[in-house]
């Protein structure tokens, strides 16, 4: 079975840093797309960001670019969101989704696997 594991969530004042972790088990993790998504309260899911491992390929929404940074470490099968200067506006719970195909999206419906969420709360 795959399995995605999203963990690294919490609390963090404006202008701080938090790491998101997402552990991938059960697939061929170079041959896919790892993407972050958020859901505020009241709002929709979000793509934040994504990476295909194989070649390090990387795609942010506009609002987090420059602030966040999203990685990989092919041996264990993790991708990590690097979020600084967080803002209030951040606050969300954070997802960690897979997509077979390798594509870079941002898109939910276009991802086949998901993780359970972390939330990250920002205060001002």
């Known amino acids: 079975d795959v399995q995605l594991q999203a963990s690294g969530g919490g609390l963090a004042q404006a202008g701080g840093s938090l790491t998101l972790s997402c552990a991938a088990s059960?697939?061929?993790?170079?041959?896919?797309?790892i993407g972050w998504f958020r859901q505020a309260p009241g709002k929709e899911r979000e793509g934040v960001s994504c990476i295909r491992p194989a070649d390090g390929s990387t795609f942010y929404t506009d609002s987090i670019q420059g602030r966040f940074t999203i990685s990989s470490d092919n041996g264990n099968n993790v991708v990590y969101l690097e979020m600084n200067d967080l803002k209030p506006e951040d606050t969300a719970v954070y997802y960690c989704?897979?997509?077979?195909?390798?594509?870079?999206?941002?898109?939910?419906?276009?991802?086949?696997?998901w993780g359970k969420g972390t939330l990250v709360t920002v205060s001002s």
């Open positions: 059960g697939i061929v993790f170079n041959d896919s797309a």
């Open positions: 989704a897979l997509t077979a195909d390798g594509v870079l999206r941002l898109e939910s419906y276009g991802m086949d696997y």
